[in-house]
């Protein structure tokens, strides 16, 4: 039978897209099939349903997630009564449910919908529908104990209206208030509560929501600019100076177009970081001359400027009350969302009181929520040496959002706040002297190897190391400037947990000082990688697509040995298949014996193991190959792990996997080096490295619970 939850509302202004989205992420890390239903929908395209549908890929079109819109509902509500509205709904509901494991409801908007007694209907068709509601609850310039009011005469209402309640949550709370209001909650209802806080970064719009608001025209500005928050407005009028002192972070700046002196004197202010603005709206039509638009555009790049047709106060009249919103075309705004939702909401807690079971088998979504919620349970701590670097940064505004790990980004300081800057991220950045305290928010800090004073203690180490190559002091001192190098000192000394590189810098540039700086383990003959391959529908781990370029039999049941452990930690039970062009005893050769041979020494090594080998990929992977060729094989045509006969095979394989199937490839991620360090590629998304921080992280909580337990002795 499906199982749902209801999310509603009992009001406007409660912000519940971000809790649809927690809740959404939630499901999704227990659950395959996860659908959603809109009992009731304005005309038009719907904002949040193509979110969770990009998101989360989900394969439902628009039509299929709805039950008829607001005006149908209206009318027939009028005519037929609500009876056979709600019948129509009900009806429609198991249409959708039959298709999923698990379906979001997502309720009504109290927004111009035409319809008596909204909360009732809600209450009605959750409990028709077989589901628990969790209730959200605007609190926006409202008391602690205001809000704590409101939470418990919803609650009531909810449930004498017969409503499962499994939470109540608070939204958009200011946070002074947020802490009094759960004060004045505690123990004063049956349910969980939460409390979350106004997020300025959510409720800001960005610089295209302001431009579809009212209508704009874009001058200048490209994708990244129009997506900045705007914080704030100022409105230019006066001189120069004094303009110049008005201006604040964030701002959008408003003023007619004939104002070429203010123009210029924002971006300057802009490009000089004092302080960065969101853009330029320019009033009555007015476009400055095309002198000073090129000058504009060689001043700040990228930032938007803005031209309307109406002035200064209608202008502001038309953006008073304006707020963001999440849709598909904010991802930042949804990892922010995410991230206040994990870091206010006990998620775990949430889950069992929604009684969604968890699938019993591992897909691309779980695994990379998996994860995320690994990393954040103990945090570590991931130098970045790409500081500056467009993804890396973007990554790390998710990552610190998400309170996946602190970082430390490398690159000059000034240069890498201005990039921030210019891409209007929210980056918490640390002083040089201060320290983030373990209950804190995680952070950034940014060392430039330069500058830095470990540059010489790192300088004299490696001096040490590679003293038998003729390294010497001097030539030492340059090469641990070099990002790549320095970033793995920091990871041989205990200054962070772990490195991921890669983005800008080729994978001989990130492994090489792993191999002369940290090395192997003792256990390791030789350093591996592995790809996560996320398919369609499941996890397979790819070994060895990056490192090794023609291993030999020993090196091979090494790098499978490798490879399954890698596997079991994260979460993809290893049946491992080691791949060659013949399968069984059906072929010959130097190549196919090494495989043979290479697939006796794992089951000697370890025997708990269950691997096959030689084989083809067909018969690893697929059962009906695999009943033919190797009938009654406990690997065959279900392997997770897929070791190839060498690197060209590997590379190749993972990539035509990757492009043709539409794979999300995680990695490389190293195995076999002491403390762990990882590559990424140089087409690499931000989401790729969000999850190789996440992978890096929770490598490192393992190494360190390793040697905590060697410590102790157990």
Same mark, same amino acid.
């Given at each position: 039978?499906?199982?749902?939850?209801?999310?509603?509302?009992?009001?406007?202004?409660?912000?519940?897209? @971000?809790?649809?989205?927690?809740?959404?992420?939630?499901?999704?890390?227990?659950?395959?099939?996860?659908?959603?239903?809109?009992?009731?929908?304005?005309?038009?395209?719907?904002?949040?349903?193509?979110?969770?549908?990009?998101?989360?890929?989900?394969?439902?079109?628009?039509?299929?997630?709805?039950? $008829?819109?607001?005006?149908?509902?209206?009318?027939?509500?009028?005519?037929?009564?609500?009876?056979?509205?709600?019948?129509?709904?009900?009806?429609?509901?198991?249409?959708?449910?039959?298709?999923?494991?698990?379906?979001?409801?997502?309720?009504?908007? #109290? =927004?111009?919908?035409?319809?008596?007694?909204?909360?009732?209907?809600?209450?009605?068709?959750?409990?028709?529908?077989?589901?628990?509601?969790?209730?959200?609850?605007? /609190?926006?310039?409202?008391?602690?104990?205001?809000?704590?009011?409101?939470?418990?005469?919803?609650?009531?209402?909810?449930?004498?209206?017969?409503?499962?309640?499994?939470?109540?949550?608070?939204?958009?709370? =200011?946070?002074?208030?947020?802490?009094?209001?759960?004060?004045? *909650?505690?123990?004063?209802?049956?349910?969980?509560?939460?409390?979350?806080?106004?997020?300025? =970064?959510?409720?800001?719009?960005? @610089?295209?929501?302001?431009?579809?608001?009212?209508?704009?025209?874009?001058?200048?500005?490209?994708?990244?600019? *129009?997506?900045?928050?705007?914080?704030?407005?100022?409105?230019?009028?006066?001189?120069?100076?004094?303009?110049?002192?008005?201006?604040?972070?964030?701002? $959008?700046?408003?003023?007619?177009?004939?104002?070429?002196? *203010?123009?210029?004197?924002?971006?300057?202010?802009?490009?000089?970081?004092?302080?960065?603005?969101?853009?330029?709206?320019?009033?009555?039509?007015?476009?400055?001359?095309?002198?000073?638009?090129?000058?504009?555009?060689?001043?700040?790049?990228?930032?938007?400027?803005?031209?309307?047709?109406?002035?200064?106060?209608?202008?502001?009249?038309?953006?008073?009350?304006?707020?963001?919103?999440?849709?598909?075309?904010?991802?930042?705004?949804?990892?922010?969302?995410?991230?206040?939702?994990?870091?206010?909401?006990?998620?775990?807690?949430?889950?069992?009181?929604?009684?969604?079971?968890?699938?019993?088998?591992?897909?691309?979504?779980?695994?990379?929520?998996?994860?995320?919620?690994?990393?954040?349970?103990?945090?570590?701590?991931?130098?970045?040496?790409?500081?500056?670097?467009?993804?890396?940064?973007?990554?790390?505004?998710?990552?610190?959002?998400?309170?996946?790990?602190?970082?430390?980004?490398?690159?000059?300081?000034?240069?890498?706040?201005?990039?921030?800057?210019?891409?209007?991220?929210?980056?918490?950045?640390?002083?040089?002297?201060? !320290?983030?305290?373990?209950? =804190?928010?995680?952070?950034?800090?940014?060392?430039?190897?330069?500058?830095?004073?470990?540059?010489?203690?790192?300088?004299?180490?490696?001096?040490?190391?590679?003293?038998?190559?003729? @390294?010497?002091?001097?030539?030492?001192?340059? @090469?641990?400037?070099?990002?790549? #190098?320095?970033?793995?000192?920091?990871?041989?000394? /205990?200054?962070?947990?772990?490195?991921?590189?890669?983005?800008?810098?080729?994978?001989?540039?990130?492994?090489?000082?792993?191999?002369?700086?940290?090395?192997?383990?003792?256990?390791?003959?030789?350093?591996?990688?592995?790809?996560?391959?996320?398919?369609?529908?499941?996890?397979?781990? #790819?070994?060895?697509?990056?490192?090794?370029?023609?291993?030999?039999?020993?090196?091979?049941?090494?790098?499978?040995?490798?490879?399954?452990?890698?596997?079991?930690?994260?979460?993809?039970?290893?049946?491992?298949?080691?791949?060659? #062009?013949?399968?069984?005893?059906?072929?010959?050769?130097?190549?196919?014996?090494?495989?043979?041979?290479?697939?006796?020494?794992?089951?000697?090594?370890?025997?708990?193991?269950?691997?096959?080998?030689?084989?083809?990929?067909?018969?690893?992977?697929?059962?009906?190959?695999?009943?033919?060729?190797?009938?009654?094989?406990?690997?065959?045509?279900?392997?997770?792990?897929?070791?190839?006969?060498?690197?060209?095979?590997?590379?190749?394989?993972?990539?035509?996997?990757?492009?043709?199937?539409?794979?999300?490839?995680?990695?490389?991620?190293?195995?076999?080096?002491?403390?762990?360090?990882?590559?990424?590629?140089?087409?690499? !998304?931000?989401?790729?490295?969000?999850?190789?921080?996440?992978?890096?992280?929770?490598?490192?909580?393992?190494?360190?619970?390793?040697?905590?337990?060697?410590?102790?002795?157990?």
């Amino acid at each position: 039978m499906t199982r749902s939850v209801y999310v509603t509302g009992i009001g406007r202004g409660d912000g519940r897209q @971000v809790v649809d989205l927690g809740v959404m992420e939630l499901l999704t890390r227990r659950v395959d099939r996860v659908g959603v239903f809109r009992p009731l929908a304005h005309d038009g395209p719907d904002g949040v349903f193509d979110l969770l549908r990009g998101r989360y890929r989900l394969a439902q079109e628009p039509a299929a997630a709805r039950g $008829m819109s607001y005006a149908e509902a209206a009318v027939l509500q009028a005519e037929r009564g609500t009876d056979e509205l709600v019948g129509r709904l009900v009806e429609r509901f198991h249409e959708v449910a039959r298709a999923f494991e698990v379906v979001l409801v997502l309720g009504t908007d #109290y =927004a111009d919908t035409q319809l008596p007694a909204e909360l009732a209907l809600n209450a009605r068709l959750a409990n028709e529908f077989g589901a628990p509601v969790l209730a959200v609850v605007a /609190g926006p310039g409202q008391s602690g104990a205001s809000v704590a009011a409101e939470v418990r005469n919803a609650h009531h209402a909810l449930a004498s209206l017969g409503c499962d309640v499994v939470a109540m949550i608070a939204n958009r709370v =200011a946070e002074a208030e947020a802490a009094p209001a759960l004060r004045e *909650l505690a123990g004063h209802l049956p349910v969980p509560v939460w409390v979350l806080p106004e997020d300025a =970064a959510l409720a800001a719009p960005t @610089v295209a929501q302001v431009a579809d608001a009212i209508g704009a025209r874009v001058l200048l500005g490209d994708a990244t600019g *129009l997506a900045r928050d705007v914080r704030g407005f100022v409105f230019g009028g006066a001189t120069l100076p004094t303009f110049l002192d008005a201006l604040t972070e964030g701002c $959008m700046v408003i003023m007619p177009g004939d104002r070429e002196d *203010l123009v210029v004197g924002a971006l300057a202010a802009h490009s000089a970081g004092s302080p960065p603005v969101a853009g330029v709206l320019l009033t009555l039509d007015q476009r400055p001359s095309d002198r000073t638009m090129a000058l504009a555009h060689r001043l700040a790049p990228g930032t938007p400027v803005l031209l309307v047709a109406d002035g200064s106060f209608p202008t502001a009249a038309a953006l008073s009350g304006l707020e963001g919103k999440l849709t598909a075309a904010t991802p930042r705004k949804a990892e922010i969302a995410l991230g206040l939702f994990e870091s206010r909401v006990a998620t775990a807690a949430l889950g069992e009181r929604l009684a969604v079971a968890r699938s019993g088998r591992m897909t691309p979504m779980m695994f990379e929520h998996g994860l995320i919620e690994r990393a954040r349970a103990d945090r570590r701590h991931v130098v970045l040496p790409e500081g500056d670097e467009e993804r890396v940064l973007r990554a790390a505004e998710v990552i610190l959002r998400r309170t996946i790990c602190d970082l430390t980004l490398l690159g000059d300081e000034t240069r890498i706040r201005k990039h921030a800057a210019d891409l209007g991220l929210d980056l918490r950045f640390l002083g040089p002297d201060e !320290l983030p305290g373990d209950d =804190a928010a995680p952070s950034a800090r940014v060392v430039d190897p330069r500058t830095s004073p470990l540059r010489e203690r790192f300088a004299e180490l490696y001096a040490d190391l590679r003293a038998h190559r003729g @390294v010497t002091p001097e030539l030492a001192w340059d @090469v641990v400037a070099d990002v790549s #190098y320095f970033g793995t000192f920091m990871v041989r000394e /205990g200054l962070v947990d772990g490195m991921v590189s890669g983005a800008a810098h080729s994978t001989a540039a990130t492994i090489r000082p792993a191999f002369e700086v940290i090395r192997t383990k003792p256990d390791a003959s030789i350093v591996s990688s592995v790809f996560f391959m996320c398919l369609a529908d499941q996890v397979l781990v #790819y070994g060895d697509c990056a490192v090794n370029p023609d291993p030999d039999a020993a090196q091979l049941a090494d790098i499978a040995i490798q490879s399954a452990v890698t596997a079991a930690r994260f979460g993809v039970e290893p049946r491992i298949a080691m791949l060659s #062009y013949s399968t069984g005893t059906s072929g010959s050769g130097a190549d196919v014996d090494k495989v043979r041979e290479a697939t006796e020494l794992v089951r000697r090594a370890r025997p708990d193991l269950r691997v096959e080998g030689p084989i083809q990929y067909d018969a690893a992977v697929e059962p009906t190959v695999a009943a033919a060729k190797l009938p009654g094989s406990s690997v065959a045509g279900q392997a997770t792990v897929l070791v190839f006969p060498d690197l060209n095979t590997g590379n190749n394989t993972y990539k035509a996997v990757q492009r043709s199937a539409g794979a999300v490839a995680v990695g490389p991620v190293l195995q076999g080096l002491r403390k762990p360090v990882n590559d990424l590629s140089r087409g690499a !998304l931000v989401q790729d490295i969000v999850n190789t921080v996440a992978i890096t992280a929770v490598q490192a909580q393992q190494q360190h619970d390793q040697r905590r337990d060697e410590e102790s002795g157990t």
